[in-house]
């Protein structure tokens, strides 16, 4: 195994572009370390992308976004204030990642790359908006997070290409997001479904609305029909009901020692329903 | 409650001192399994089938052996032929034979100078497999036309006509069934599963092994009980018992599960093979849950009958099990305890001991027992809500005391259980007011304890401090207990005791610490030993006074004259004594050995509240309760450790925790992130009530109290969950999608 420690994405780049067999970024390491102890994916060419210059800051864009870099842990989201207050629904995500260990290595990119449909910082990611920047051989191009997984363990990055920063759109005004999982105990365990509302409101009226679902399809899904069940509503029951069974219409999910078919789709709507009154009064201003 | 020459009042006992381990094992000074290293050590690794059931055609190591730092592989071919019984069984499981039997199953073994050389030569080494149809689940492999795990396993007890994978039947009872059954008002019958679950021991086994061609060496290992180790590993390998000698360390958990072998035979026919350099194996948390034992599944199906006041009148009770590919299934317990708790008259038990494709269970925390509890604990819990009566007063009407005959024949001596009934019922837990989605759970629990084999020293030091040896590893806190009860005995402080774990050459055979005996069989030879040296030590200062040694007492670590008539002399304290013992006959120290039979058993009772999330069929554990007899608690800190350890297991085998096996009969779960053990932040604080009705067999009131607090959880919160959600839930573990799937109505 070859390790490198490129200091430029451009370098970083070249070296996965020539690389031959298995390449893996390493960022947190906590899912690309594991695979190689349990003997799951052992890479040829392992490229740290710690030692670039940027890869750990937390900052704001012109727009009023956040532009976070691809090293900075899980632990110093939760640190930044002002990024808890606008973006709760996406820091909570990456926040039940793992333990107070994981939370000082783990990445949102690396989430997003390792290509679980379960992985729990994506679908607060896909709700709220974000894109992240791709840089390879062929150029550099901003990409919606929806679209970067493709299947299990699978992503749309080419041949050396890679993450170098992921953008958080402006909170703006009367907005609010909310993440949920299920999972059978209180932490250190996989999503059975995992469900982000990101939402704003006019009045009590919701105006835009985004949501999305984890571990119930083979990647991680923006529930179109979900969002218009609730867009137009104050969210009454009656929106409520529309909400959980589009959400539960969404699912695609496998049967597996984690849960059946049944019980995710069921809970899929459960957790929409939740995570929408939360999203909801976060956008009220009310401490949820 | 006084008894005749039982100390009740105490200096030492009851105390909460530090654990003289303590130190050690927070700054990491402590020397578990993994940490003992030699210099030439080799790394051994173990090859293991991927399949549940296969025969073994052919195993090729020749591009194992041409790798750089390979220096020895085994197979079952360097083992010995001709085993019987137990024997064979072990051997056959620590290394196959002409089948691989459970998806983990060893076929060969490897050494090599580094883990990774290791690793990779296991890898490189070709093993041909015929795959054979498997069975996994207890009922199926017990149908007709189920696969045979192996021909002629059976025992003689099994009756002609069942499948050849029963090995053991088992039937008892007394009384007139239809007599008691017609007594009854009503009359509850139900079927239950529980699945197996694993120990879930944090240290996974770990052992550095050294034989020479003379088949003479040592073992170091992380083990219950070392003598069991040593007889096992030189079985397995057919040369003498003390050609070993066995060595143990500290131990990161076992919970039963590290009362037998699994690699350790392998490190010595490895270190054999590869000239006898030290072979140090480590297994991963993989081979953990793959190939070592988790105790038995259980398919299980209890009649009761009770009279609209709330007595019990009969009870039956037929009992499946699966220990994996080997006899062993604690079916037998199983039987003995599933109604041990009451005095019942007309009591009928079956139990079928079945033999599957999954590895060969091992001792889990009162073997057995759980299992019982959960289906006779239920359907009590049933008959009580449908005949409109309080559980903890059923119970009680019906409890066991002494003398009552129990369900498995012996007569009941002193026992607790009455006393933790009305210990839970007066606890503040048991009126909590409970909200919506809301449950409370009761239910009781037994293990009978175990006395076994015990061989115990104690020496007195030059400056009059005290060393104990014992054979019994400290798993749970022992060695504080041994040293409280020593300090108790010599009447000396706590500090002033050493208790060493000894090794197989410096006592005679004890058994491990297991069936919660170390502190009661291990603390009874620790006393009897030290009473030893203290009739000693009487006589020296006798001796030096020139009085009968009749004529001194020991009182607060000081010889003194027994009265004025002894004569006039200043106390002699242990201090002064030792000081000068070289020149008044040498060293001082006693000794103890039996096999002691006053142990006596432990009752608990169980209190837990729960919430069931309604709409995700999640269980939360809201408030739990232990209420357990210990006899004497010589150490209550340690006591309750033990009662909210086991409570917290239970819980787990209850929720979450289980064996799943996919179609193809490979474990599918084997890493903590899908076998699901509760983590600190699922469990709310264990309340603790420790009851203490002296055990008249031991000196100062011991029962054993480490098995008991695994029984009552697994009843106690499936009856909290019927009490939230209206259903009664049948089948272990109560996940969330099937605790769901029973409050939307479903079959489950
Ligand atoms: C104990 C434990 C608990 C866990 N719990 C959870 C949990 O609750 N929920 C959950 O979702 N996950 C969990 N995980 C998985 C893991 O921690 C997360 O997926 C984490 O976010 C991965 O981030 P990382 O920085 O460590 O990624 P790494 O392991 O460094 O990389 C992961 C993948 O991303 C790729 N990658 C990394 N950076 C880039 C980049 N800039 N561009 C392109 N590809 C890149 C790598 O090639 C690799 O394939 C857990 C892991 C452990 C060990």
């Known amino acids: ?288 | 409650m006084a008894l005749d020459g039982q100390k009740t009042a105490y200096k030492y006992i009851g105390t909460t001192p530090n654990r003289p381990d303590g130190l050690d094992k927070v700054t990491g000074r402590a020397r578990y399994g993994a940490d003992i290293s030699v210099p030439g050590m080799l790394h051994g690794a173990v090859v293991r089938s991927p399949h549940a059931h296969a025969k073994i055609v052919k195993i090729d190591a020749t591009k194992a052996l041409a790798m750089e730092g390979v220096k020895a592989v085994i197979t079952r071919a360097d083992f010995p032929e001709g085993l019987e019984g137990e024997d064979w069984d072990i051997q056959e499981n620590c290394m196959a034979g002409e089948k691989a039997l459970y998806d983990g199953h060893a076929v060969a073994a490897v050494a090599a100078t580094s883990p990774l050389v290791a690793r990779d030569a296991a890898k490189a080494i070709e093993v041909t497999y015929e795959i054979l149809p498997h069975v996994t689940d207890v009922d199926e492999a017990m149908k007709e036309g189920a696969p045979v795990i192996r021909e002629g396993a059976a025992d003689f007890s099994v009756p002609e006509g069942l499948h050849p994978n029963v090995v053991r039947y088992f039937d008892s009872g007394r009384g007139d069934l239809d007599k008691g059954f017609a007594e009854a008002d009503l009359i509850i019958e139900r079927s239950f599963t529980t699945e197996a679950a694993h120990q879930g021991y944090i240290e996974p086994h770990a052992c550095l092994g050294q034989m020479g061609a003379d088949n003479r060496g040592e073992l170091w290992v992380c083990t219950q009980g070392h003598w069991f180790m040593r007889r096992m590993s030189t079985a397995v390998l057919g040369i003498e018992t003390t050609n070993i000698r066995v060595t143990p360390s500290e131990i990161g958990g076992g919970f039963g599960g590290k009362t037998t072998v699994f690699i350790e035979p392998l490190s010595l026919a490895l270190s054999r093979k590869a000239g006898g350099k030290p072979v140090k194996m480590v297994m991963s948390r993989n081979e953990v849950l793959r190939a070592t034992g988790p105790t038995a599944s259980a398919s299980m199906d209890v009649k009761m009958g009770m009279t609209k006041d709330g007595r019990i009148t009969a009870a039956h009770g037929t009992f499946r099990m699966q220990g994996g590919a080997f006899a062993g299934a604690p079916v037998d317990v199983t039987t003995m305890l599933a109604f041990a708790n009451y005095d019942i008259e007309h009591v009928h038990h079956i139990g079928y001991d079945v033999i599957t494709n999954r590895p060969r269970q091992a001792a889990y925390r009162a073997p057995g027992a759980p299992m019982a509890a959960f289906a006779t604990e239920s359907v009590i819990d049933e008959l009580c809500r449908e005949l409109g009566l309080d559980p903890i007063d059923t119970r009680l009407k019906n409890a066991a005391k002494e003398g009552t005959r129990a369900t498995f024949g012996p007569k009941y001596g002193p026992i607790g259980f009455m006393e933790t009934l009305e210990a839970a019922k007066a606890h503040p837990n048991y009126s909590e007011p409970l909200g919506p989605n809301q449950g409370r759970g009761v239910a009781s629990g037994y293990w009978m304890n175990w006395g076994g084999e015990t061989s115990a020293s104690v020496a007195i030091s030059e400056d009059g401090s005290v060393t104990v040896s014992v054979g019994t590893p400290d798993i749970g806190g022992s060695r504080a207990s041994m040293a409280l009860m020593a300090a108790e005995a010599f009447g000396i402080p706590y500090e002033n005791v050493r208790v060493n774990i000894s090794d197989t050459g410096a006592l005679g055979v004890n058994e491990p610490t297991h069936g919660s005996r170390a502190t009661y069989a291990s603390g009874l030879a620790t006393i009897r030993a030290a009473e030893e040296c203290i009739g000693k030590m009487c006589k020296r200062a006798a001796d030096k006074w020139g009085i009968d040694p009749e004529a001194v007492v020991w009182e607060d670590g000081c010889a003194k004259p027994s009265g004025p008539n002894a004569g006039e002399f200043p106390p002699m304290t242990i201090a002064e004594i030792a000081g000068e013992m070289g020149g008044t006959g040498g060293p001082i120290s006693g000794h103890y050995e039996d096999s002691p039979a006053g142990f006596s058993g432990s009752f608990g009772t169980h209190v837990v509240d729960v919430e069931v999330d309604p709409e995700t069929g999640r269980t939360t554990i809201l408030r739990y309760l232990v209420v357990q007899d210990a006899g004497k608690a010589i150490h209550p800190a340690y006591v309750e450790g033990q009662f909210q350890g086991g409570a917290a297991q239970g819980i787990g085998w209850a929720l979450n925790e289980e064996y799943i096996y996919g179609e193809d009969g490979r474990l599918q779960n084997p890493v903590f992130l899908d076998y699901r053990v509760p983590v600190a932040s699922d469990l709310p604080m264990i309340d603790t009530v420790i009851v203490e009705v002296p055990n008249p067999g031991h000196p100062y009131g011991v029962r054993g109290v480490g098995e008991t607090g695994i029984t009552p959880p697994l009843p106690a919160v499936a009856n909290a969950v019927r009490d939230a959600t209206g259903k009664r839930i049948c089948k272990l573990p109560l996940r969330p999608s099937r605790v769901l799937a029973a409050i939307q109505g479903k079959e489950v």
């Not at chain 1, 632990?75 to 994981?102: K, N, R």
């Not at chain 1, 290595?105 to 390792?114: D, F, H, I, K």
């Open chain 1, 1 to 288: 195994m070859n390790y490198h420690s490129p200091s430029s994405f451009e370098e970083a780049s070249a070296i996965a572009a020539q690389a031959g067999g298995t390449t893996r970024f390493l960022a947190g390491g906590t899912d690309v370390l594991v695979q190689l102890r349990a003997d799951i994916v052992t890479p040829d060419d392992l490229i740290d992308i710690k030692h670039i210059p940027g890869v750990k800051e937390i900052a704001r864009t012109d727009g009023g976004g956040w532009r976070i870099g691809v090293a900075v842990a899980g632990a110093e989201m939760t640190e930044c204030a002002e990024l808890c207050a606008d973006w709760p629904g996406v820091v909570e995500g990456m926040d039940l990642i793992g333990s107070t260990q994981v939370q000082g290595r783990a990445t949102l990119v690396g989430n997003l790359c390792n290509g679980s449909p379960a992985a729990d910082a994506v679908p607060g990611m896909i709700a709220a908006g974000c894109t992240v920047t791709v840089t390879g051989p062929e150029g550099t191009r901003e990409v919606a997070v929806e679209d970067i997984p493709t299947g299990p363990g699978k992503t749309a990055l080419a041949k050396g290409e890679l993450i170098t920063a992921v953008t958080i759109p402006a909170r703006g005004e009367n907005g609010g997001d909310a993440y949920l999982r299920f999972i059978p105990r209180t932490e250190m365990d996989i999503a059975v479904v995992g469900c982000a509302v990101n939402l704003r409101l006019d009045g009590d009226t919701i105006t835009e609305a985004r949501v999305s679902l984890g571990a119930v399809a083979p990647t991680a899904l923006l529930v179109e029909e979900a969002a218009q069940a609730i867009i137009g509503t104050t969210l009454d029951d009656a929106a409520l009901d529309a909400l959980a069974a589009a959400a539960s219409a969404a699912c695609n999910p496998i049967d597996d020692k984690r849960g059946t078919i049944e019980f995710r789709t069921h809970v899929a709507g459960v957790l929409a329903r939740r995570a929408a009154k939360i999203a909801y009064a976060r956008a009220k201003g009310e401490n949820a």
